[in-house]
């Protein structure tokens, strides 16, 4: 058994790539540490990018450089949760359609455009928006839609 939050450590300590990521994931049995969904969007410096849900315990893993709270594997649950989170991904989706390239601040600006406060949701709040540059490794983490401060990392070691 693997929690979610052990998941996440877990592929930060001995993953190099996306394909090194799905690899470890496949050895473990996955469970939300809180009952939730599960769905993790991994990245990496070569631009690989997918989305490991899981279906009836079954890992599916989906092409895609974004992610929002609904499921995207086919199935029985593709497509369970908001109609607000489907509009949120397509907006997303639209966006790096739209454009070859874009630094970290209009990514930051992307996810503030699709974050629930736009939408007619009084008391909900994006709990967290995560922009990476796959280029240096560095990520950066904004809480609960202050996107104008946001917490800093550098993922692995670039030289």
Do not use: C
């Amino acid at each position: 058994d693997l929690t979610t939050t052990t998941a996440v450590r877990l592929m930060l300590d001995r993953a190099a790539d996306v394909e090194e990521a799905v690899e470890l994931l496949s050895r473990y049995d996955m469970h939300a540490s809180a009952g939730m969904m599960v769905h993790f969007a991994l990245s990496d410096a070569a631009g690989h990018s997918v989305v490991v849900e899981y279906i009836d315990n079954e890992m599916v893993v989906t092409e895609t450089p974004v992610v929002t709270n609904y499921y995207l594997s086919p199935g029985e649950k593709y497509g369970i949760g908001t109609e607000e989170s489907k509009i949120r991904y397509a907006m997303l989706e639209d966006m790096l359609q739209n454009g070859s390239s874009f630094s970290m601040d209009e990514i930051r600006d992307g996810l503030d455009r699709v974050s629930k406060h736009n939408f007619d949701s009084e008391f909900a709040s994006t709990e967290w928006s995560i922009v990476y540059n796959q280029s240096t490794g560095e990520a950066r983490y904004y809480h609960r839609e202050n996107y104008e401060k946001y917490y800093p990392f550098i993922i692995g070691s670039r030289q």
